[in-house]
């Protein structure tokens, strides 16, 4: 909670107005000289101070009492914990994404409960040691995964699912069954919107299970050589920008260019946001964005050059994105050009109030953490390929999932 000054001072005049105002009547002396000592109080500064003094301790009691006196140091924290159970998350997570849901045979029923059983079990695990965490962004992140479960407990509860008072989650596994073998009722449909593909719940997973390990780690991807997590999610892209199999053979496209790009925004922009951005350390600062804005640029540059689909319109979005923050670039010697790339001015960024960057690279849902969701998820399908269930993002960055009707409007 900051204090702003001017908006002080223009309390102060509104005080002066209400005092003055209450002396216009009334007999009694000891109100009057109430007030003519507020009013002097005012007038030498020292109200002024007390109240710059109270607002500061209550400013300093509200980081004590929610455990972020220094927010940036216990956002910094490592939590080998937290980062090996998001590290499983992200795997179980993506693998329920890509299952056949259409297909309700025994054998088919049972791989979808038990891989089901694997995500809520990976989930739980990663529910509790973000409890314990100290790192505040574990905790902000976990935090969002359990609001999206829990604004669509409804759905979930009809699958066997159902939320413990720690944020754990229970599954009946026969619920599970019965609901896949549901064609009557439609609950098959609801397990295919909870976990198959883009823009479900398990896809939620996967994109929070991935900040949550850089987060909790060294800043490397979960999926990178460092995670120790091989995958089937890899590039198989071997000499340039991407390789292309057979559009009737389920087509897939991978790109490892622009996967390799992807990682780089990533990384840059998180280093961005972990900069101390402040007047005072402008060149610092103006290292990290030169080099966000180059990792921007480049991985811009690769999707535009895209066969993926997804890819592509993840890029529309990113580059949306972008857009919309026209004005508070322009403020600080960025230009967007009409291709949707980056271009700074060293010296007018240099001369800018440095609170303009931080407000578009710091915090809860700014730029830089809508910049990642997107970015993450196109190293994600520029590594797995076009095909993930056929389901595709429109250029909006809305699902394009016409089989899944009103319940994805629950899901979102």
Known sequence: MGINLNGLNSGMADTYS????????????????????????IKNGSYGKMMKSYYAKM????????????????????DNASASAAQSLYKSASALTSLNYDDRSEENVNKITDSVSSFIKDYNSLMKSAAKSENTTVQKQAESLYNSYYSNYKLFSKVGITMNSDRTLSFDEDSMKKALQDTEHGNGATVKTL???????????VSKASQIYRAAGDGEAVTSSKAKYAGGYSSTSTS?????????????VTDSA??????????????????????SNKENVYKAFSAFVKDYNELIKNTDKSANSNVVNQASYLKSLISSNKSAFSKMGVTVNSDKTLSVDEEKFKDADMSGV??????TNSLAEKMTDRVNNIYRYATQGDALNKQTYDNNGGVNIPTMG????AIL
């Open 406 to 409: 009103s319940m994805v409007d």
């Open 358 to 363: 931080k407000n578009l690279f710091n915090g």
């Open 258 to 279: 622009t996967a390799s790009a992807a990682n780089s925004l990533y990384k840059s922009i998180e280093n961005l946001g972990a900069t101390n951005i402040t007047n």
């Open 195 to 205: 976990f198959g593909g883009i823009g479900s719940f398990a896809d939620k997973a």
């Open 240 to 252: 340039g920008t991407s390789s292309t199999k057979d559009k009737d053979k389920n087509k897939t």
């Open 18 to 41: 209400a005092l003055l105002g209450g002396m216009g009547g009334g007999d009694d002396a000891g109100g009057m000289g109430s007030l003519l000592s507020d009013y002097a109080a």
């Open 59 to 78: 400013e300093k009691q509200e980081a004590e009492e929610s455990g972020k006196t220094d927010s940036k140091k216990a956002g910094k924290v490592k």
